[in-house]
């Protein structure tokens, strides 16, 4: 199976180009009651940088000491703010729903 | 060909959850999904790269989990207080990771740059990427209130050179043909005087205009990530990069809309000034106790508060909560009202209302209600000063005239909250306190809230 994926530079302009259209659209007109937890979300989504440096690891023979912390220690930066970005977020969220549940569950 | 598919999946999944996370009801199922495709796109983004041995994916693994624990320890154990200091550190690391991944790309595995859109490519994660780190760094030091060197004059003056030297290096790099030898120097200095820009570019700026700020690293954050999803020919980075970039930039521009300042002002460190227009003007205050403040309350039917981040300061949020459960024995309808810019991020006082419980269908946007605010009989205002402000709307010669207010002055009874006559951030004086239905309640908020409620249980 080939497992290979490229991306041309015109390929690049266009993706570019409609997902920043795409961009403003999907996330206009958002409640202020969700603009922290949609920062940290999105900052969260930020730590794909991460799949950069999985890249340069796996890439990088084991000898090559020196490149190879880099690749990790990019690794490691973005594994935390990816991870935790989603966490946090979900634990802001989870704070929103909780007392939804007695609204909804209040006997009337 | 199926890691193709992996990746439409994970793109797709991304912008959905992106979208949901707009709307309250589905913004966690929004925050699984994207959590969910980043997941499959790095599983794929793993496959895709090819079997390099057991040793590599061994320490992989081991870097993920470590990371993973990193993040979910420190994102269980803050407050939501500090929400905004978190998010700048992680926006740190990412950035620290943007610039990490562009030096080692040539000073590590030693990728020959031999054409423009590579060399731009990497310039910019750099750029981006070294802004955003040292950025976030100290905003997070200034959010946590750390010792930093008080904002002058010099720091303003060594942004903008910087900012001068960083375009001189790129139009420097565009104008000259290519030469792959001298490359790593180029590449060397546009990450060293970017992380030196974003020191001077942070320094300067007050902490009124954090949300503003934070907002802004946010999206440079993003602009790096798109930059490395260039430079690894990866549409999942891409299309995520952008998606940050566009929410950063969205945000960054509403809250200065809400500020009524430009970007640039926020970005030159202009700090509003009221030396020159008010100096010292005599103000005839009316005090009032926390006896008096739970009467006036008892014999309210619409009660609002309108919170600030002195509230946050001093923990009164479950204080506000107690207040409202004991209105609400008697029928009395106490709202939050909340302004764009308060606390230290968009939406911090959400936050910390709904951690204290309090429901959000009670909680309402400035724009919601401004426009019947003379319905609430008594206003409670709680560690807010400038965005209550009657002279932002009638003063124009007042330093914040034009900046959305909390028309909380056409309330029947106004109480502020607060420890001293101290000015606000802007140092404007607050003509609220001249009107006859405003009273100031001196002292902590949550000792004052806390004393509204006992004298409240007796009546």
Known sequence: ?108 | MMMNFAYLFATVGLIQGLKFMGDPARAKTGNMLAAASVVLALVAVVVATGWAGSTHVLLLVGLLTVGTLIGKTWSSRVAMTAMPQLVSIFNALGGACAVVLSLNEVYGAGTPVDNKLLGGVLILTALFGGTAFTGSMVAYLKLDGRKLPRPAQIHKVLARLLLAVLAAIVAYYFAMPTDASTYPTVLLAIAIAALAYGIFLTLPIGGADMPVLISLLNALTGVATLMAGLLFHDPVMIIGGILVGATGILLTLQMCTAMNRSLGGVLAGKIISAKSTQSEVEQDIRSITAVETASLLAFSKQVAVVPGYGMAVSQAQRECFALQEMLKGTSVDLHFIIHPVAGRMPGHMNVLLAEANIPYESVLEMTAVNDTMEHYDTVLVIGANDVVNPAAENDAESPIYGMPIIRAYKAKQVVVMKRSMAKGYSGVVNTLFDRQNCKVLFGDAKESLAAIITELKRI
Request: glycine share 10%; no cysteine.
């Open chain 1, 1 to 108: 199976m080939d497992f290979s994926y490229t991306i041309t530079a015109i390929d690049g302009v266009f993706i570019l180009a409609l997902s920043l259209l795409l961009g403003f659209e999907v996330i206009k007109n958002i409640p202020a009651v969700l603009h922290t937890p949609l920062m940290s979300g999105s900052n969260a989504i930020s730590g794909i940088i991460l799949f950069g440096g999985i890249v340069q690891l796996l890439n990088t023979p084991l000898d090559h000491v020196w490149t190879l912390a880099a690749a990790s220690l990019a690794v490691l930066l973005g594994s935390i703010n990816l991870a935790g970005g989603f966490f946090v977020t979900h634990r802001m969220l989870s704070m929103f729903s909780v007392k939804r549940k007695p609204a909804k569950g209040r006997k009337a």
